[in-house]
T-cell receptor, first 117, second 116 residues
Framework: AQKITQTQPGMFVQEKEAVTLDCTYD???????LFWYKQPSSGEMIFLIY??????QNATEGRYSLNFQKARKSANLVISASQLGDSAMYFC??????????????FGQGTILTVHP | NAGVMQNPRHLVRRRGQEARLRCSPM?????VYWYRQLPEEGLKFMVY????????ESGMPKERFSAEFPKEGPSILRIQQVVRGDSAAYFC??????????????FGPGTRLTVL
């Protein structure tokens, strides 16, 4: 079974500052993928970034980077230079390669990020 | 290329009625996933379908819920005899393949079901 844990129900950050959203995971799959999604108040799910478990380098996409520490089973999302439009719910998710975890995404509980001007 | 489409966006049903949620995947995508998001919670996997086949329904409640993805037409999530606890946002996602771990799932806008 796979499990994603996001321990921060809410986070606050000042505009233009960087913020780290925590995510730890647990899986018995030898390879897996980790994802971050953003859900604004309008409700849609927006894909942000992906990290494969065998990727040597941490993933980056514009202002988003994923701090992947495999030994600690953590996949924290770092948002640099926060903007007011970054205020949203953020979900960490993972997908394994086989067995019962094949195909489906397992999501964490989410972290609500509020960016202050 | 249109994204994943879901309709209706909002659906209100009275207890005991049936709810039918539709999902049209992105063009060229043959894999469809349904997720449910209860208020204040993350998304929970319900079912994974390919054309005319249910691949994984481990997240589906045993009763009242069913899903299909016919050869032609959208995927349908059906909830019979709805109860208040079924009130949630139901998201559909599609992907062109699953074998690659990084195969992104593209999400639709969701259907908000309210059971009175």
């Amino acid at each position: 079974a796979q499990k994603i844990t996001q321990t921060q129900p809410g986070m606050f950050v000042q505009e233009k500052e960087a913020v780290t959203l925590d995510c730890t995971y647990d899986t018995s799959d030898p390879s897996y993928g980790l994802f971050w999604y953003k859900q604004p108040s309008s409700g849609e799910m927006i894909f942000l970034i992906y990290q494969g478990s065998y990727d040597q380098q941490n993933a980056t996409e514009g202002r988003y980077s994923l701090n992947f520490q495999k030994a600690r089973k953590s996949a924290n999302l770092v948002i640099s230079a926060s903007q007011l439009g970054d205020s949203a719910m953020y979900f960490c998710a993972m997908r394994g390669e086989g067995g019962t975890s094949y195909g489906k995404l397992t999501f964490g509980q989410g972290t609500i990020l509020t960016v202050h001007p | 290329n249109a994204g994943v489409m879901q309709n209706p966006r909002h659906l209100v049903r009275r207890r005991g009625q049936e709810a039918r949620l539709r999902c049209s995947p992105m063009k060229g995508h043959s894999h469809v996933y349904w997720y449910r998001q209860l208020p204040e919670e993350g998304l929970k996997f319900m079912v994974y379908l390919q054309k005319e086949n249910i691949i994984d329904e481990s997240g589906m409640p045993k009763e009242r819920f069913s899903a299909e993805f016919p050869k032609e037409g959208p995927s349908i999530l059906r909830i019979q005899q709805v109860v208040r606890g079924d009130s949630a946002a139901y998201f559909c996602a599609s992907s062109p393949w699953t074998h690659a771990l990084g195969g992104e799932q593209f999400f639709g806008p969701g259907t908000r079901l309210t059971v009175l």
